[in-house]
């Protein structure tokens, strides 16, 4: 079947004496049955054209949840008198939130199973194709839940509380606000953050008290700079509440006594162009993480109402190359995350005494610290993973330096991590800045065994989240790989050496910086021949805070050109042939996508690009729409003729050319607010316009019930993954076909 051709209904934009001509600007006219019509007619073309597939992506599907343990639970954390946990059972979607009370704390007798279920999140979703519990802070009190629920895939959230005696819900709800809860100390009432219905901003902190009606709740504080947002938090000792203004450069704090939510706000200090920085309290005093005098960022303390800056003590001065990305407070110890040489380390220093890093033996990982709701303990939870390390939980004793491994994502199936290798690799860019490659791959000699053994079934595997699209501020690594070219050896293992294929995985935007992460579906992958490569191009902050300004506003192109350089380097290096590299990226990783496409379509052969940011300078000009105005110190302020020129000159949507392209797979949500669906859709249908009727497939996706992040739930989100590795498993070859396709 022909695919679906979008009408042409041309719309007339001008700027700054520039004409734009966009034909396709009435898909963003969400509630029109005619643009549902044909969404729902590119879904029925994907399923057309990958129907010979269809049996493999199934299968697909089967294997990746297979590497799950179904039956499962994290590892417990104290807070108060309680451990909490979650758990997950067999067959079911959503996790189940547990507590335990702790023998002997002050805390209430235990059931009789010594188990309490806080809230099923299954029962939450019931009846909704979408469902995310983003917040679910317990009441100082022990007795209350305040839970924030979604069933659209917008960010526009429901506030219940439940009372945990009883397991019944209480009458407050409070509608369309975000997932932001913050408890006052007397467990009567709780702080939350509200949005703009429109831009869905978070722009307001009101106050609630239980039973009242929340169209009374008193406004505690508004954020009137549409290029700010706001929220609102407990401090590290729950004297006080912390409400955080901030945008890309510039940060803003206010406080008031969590003993008293009728308090006025104070201002720890006042906002000034270009410093950032974030506080915490425990132990009578302020710790501040500042970038006044220190692009890499340093560490600050200030006893009680904070002083003027100059008075500050500083615990930990600037360095040029180690950037400093957060920190905890212990009674005895602060722990300080900071990067150098593109990884993370976690530094620990007695408050009286010495300091050390938490020393790993891997050349690539990740390390984060993991939930420490208890200061007053002289033991750090961290988590820890790299590309062949799956997810692990470890509890550090500052003191004595032993750790202990607590939990390790439990791998079903035959997955050994020695079968894998991962590399450290560096492409010199156009302007000879080296940039950091990722890499991991089935090593040779288990390729081969495999091969030699495999008699036709899936391979084996890991446990582990999904892959899948790079969001905003706190985003991720991405999912599958894939190639074209000739399968490789019997079974399903190719050599991977030199023919095997090889997927690019990119990002580059808000400082954001792509871990060396472990992600079980990605095993598909590996065990099937192909090479994963993650780009740390310029816009994250693996290099420091210089490598995020080097890769923004109008250094933008830097993102771009790092990640040619990544992938020539790749193929020269011998890591894949040209024919067989892929490319994928999500969110401003998806802009990536589409701004490399244009400058090298004959460099990949095909490209995933998951909710992309491709239509910038159009949005960048409405105001109207989530993340726009607060986002100018990031890409631009396109109403200034300088900045939309540059802007002008990537934006994908706006400098396509009538060349063949790469295959392309296109996914994206309806209801996203982020990057709105319009913009993947035109993308695709000026495509589809311009690109030569060669056979190379142009693909778009849409779920119709989600939104930035994909389909909820543990394993339904893994269905658009399996479709992504049937699309590039398909295109190298190494699809297992139930009949050929055309």
């Known amino acids: 079947m022909p695919a679906p051709v979008a009408p042409r ?76 946990y979650r758990r997950y059972e067999e067959g079911r979607e959503y996790e189940i939130h547990c507590r335990r009370p702790i023998p002997d704390s002050g805390g209430p007798q235990a059931p009789a199973d010594g188990e309490q279920v806080i809230l099923d999140v299954n029962q939450v979703a019931a009846g909704h194709a979408f469902c995310q519990v983003a917040s679910r802070p317990v009441s100082p009190s022990g007795h209350l839940l305040a839970y924030a629920v979604d069933t659209v895939g917008r960010r526009q959230y429901a506030i219940r509380l439940r009372d945990l005696a009883t397991g019944e819900d209480l009458p407050d709800v409070i509608a369309d606000v975000t997932s932001n809860i913050a408890w006052a100390a007397d467990s009567e009432a709780f702080f939350y953050a509200r949005h703009d219905p429109t831009t869905l901003r978070p722009y307001q902190v009101l106050r609630h008290r239980l039973g009242d009606d929340p169209a009374a709740d008193r406004l505690v504080y508004e954020e009137t700079d549409d290029t700010f947002s706001c929220g609102v ?22 406080y008031l006594d969590a003993a008293d939510p009728d308090a006025p706000l104070k201002t720890f200090l006042p906002r000034q162009r270009g410093h950032e920085y974030d506080i915490d309290h425990y132990r009578g005093r302020f710790t501040i993480r500042t970038n006044d005098g220190a692009r890499n960022f340093r560490l600050l303390e200030a006893d009680g109402d904070p002083p003027p800056l100059r008075d500050w003590r500083e615990l930990i001065p600037h360095r040029d190359d180690v950037l400093i990305t957060g920190f905890e407070l212990f009674r005895d110890h602060l722990v300080v995350a900071e990067r150098q040489d593109g990884l993370t380390r976690l530094r620990v220093r007695r408050w009286d005494g010495p300091e050390h890093h938490i020393a790993f033996d891997e050349a690539a990982f990740a390390v984060s610290i993991g939930t420490n709701r208890e200061p007053e303990t002289t033991t750090l939870r961290f988590h820890y993973s790299s590309l062949t390390t799956p997810p692990s939980v470890y509890d550090y004793d500052m003191e004595t330096r032993a750790r202990s491994l607590l939990k390790r994502e439990e791998v079903l199936g035959d997955f050994d991590p020695a079968r894998y290798e991962s590399e450290r ?63 490789g050896v019997a079974g399903g293992a190719p050599d991977v050496a ?28 590996l065990d099937r021949g192909f090479t994963y490569a993650i780009a740390h191009v310029r816009g994250g902050e693996e290099l420091g805070r210089w490598w995020y300004e080097d890769g923004k506003l109008r250094k933008k192109r830097n993102t771009f050109t790092d990640f040619i350089a990544c992938a020539e380097h790749l193929v020269a290096e011998g890591h894949a042939p040209s024919e067989r590299l892929f490319a994928m990226g999500g969110s401003a990783g998806g802009l990536l996508m589409g701004a490399v496409v244009n400058l090298r379509p004959d460099l990949f052969h095909g490209v995933v690009a998951q909710v992309p940011f491709v239509d910038v300078v159009t949005t960048m000009l409405d105001e109207s729409l ?57 993308w695709v249908a000026r495509r589809r316009a311009l690109q030569p009727d060669d056979g190379r497939r142009l693909l778009l996706k849409t779920n119709m019930d989600a939104g930035h992040g994909g389909a909820s739930g543990r394993f339904r989100q893994y269905r658009e993954i399996a479709l992504q590795y049937a699309f590039l498993l398909d295109l190298a070859g190494l699809a297992d076909r139930d009949s050929v396709s055309s």
């Not at 209904?9 to 029109?32: A, F, S, T």
């Not at 390729?447 to 969001?471: L, Q, V």
């Open 9 to 84: 209904r041309p719309h007339r934009h001008e700027k700054h004496g520039d004409v734009r001509i966009d034909d396709y600007y009435w898909l963003r006219e969400r509630d029109n049955p005619e643009v549902r019509e044909y969404l729902e007619a590119e879904n029925e073309h994907v399923r057309e054209v990958m129907a010979g597939t269809a049996a493999f992506e199934e299968r697909l599907f089967e294997e990746i949840k297979g590497r799950i343990k179904q039956t499962d639970m994290s590892v417990p954390y104290r807070e108060d008198a309680y451990r909490y």
């Open 233 to 254: 938090w407990s401090s590290r000792s729950k004297e006080y509440i912390l409400i955080g203004s901030y945008q890309t450069l510039t940060t803003e704090f206010r």
């Open 425 to 487: 690799l560096f492409a010199t860019a156009p302007d000879g800045v080296r940039v950091p490659i990722s890499l991991v791959r089935r090593k040779k000699e288990a390729a081969d065994r495999g091969a030699r053994e495999d008699t036709g079934g899936e391979p084996g595997g890991a446990d582990g989240e999904p892959g899948g699209a790079d969001g905003e501020p706190g985003g991720a690594d991405g999912g599958p790989g894939g190639a074209d070219g000739e399968p």
């Open 498 to 525: 030199g023919a095997a294929p090889l997927l690019l995985y990119g990002y580059g935007a808000y400082g954001i910086s792509m871990e060396p992460t472990f992600r079980s579906a990605r095993l598909s992958l």
């Open 626 to 682: 989530p993340l726009t105005t607060g986002e100018y110190d990031e890409w631009g302020n396109p109403n200034h003729p300088g900045d939309y020129a540059y802007i002008r000159s990537y934006s994908p949507y706006d400098n396509m050319a009538p060349v063949a392209w790469p295959h392309l797979l296109v996914m994206t949500g309806l209801h996203d607010s982020q990057v709105q669906y319009w913009e993947p859709a035109k």
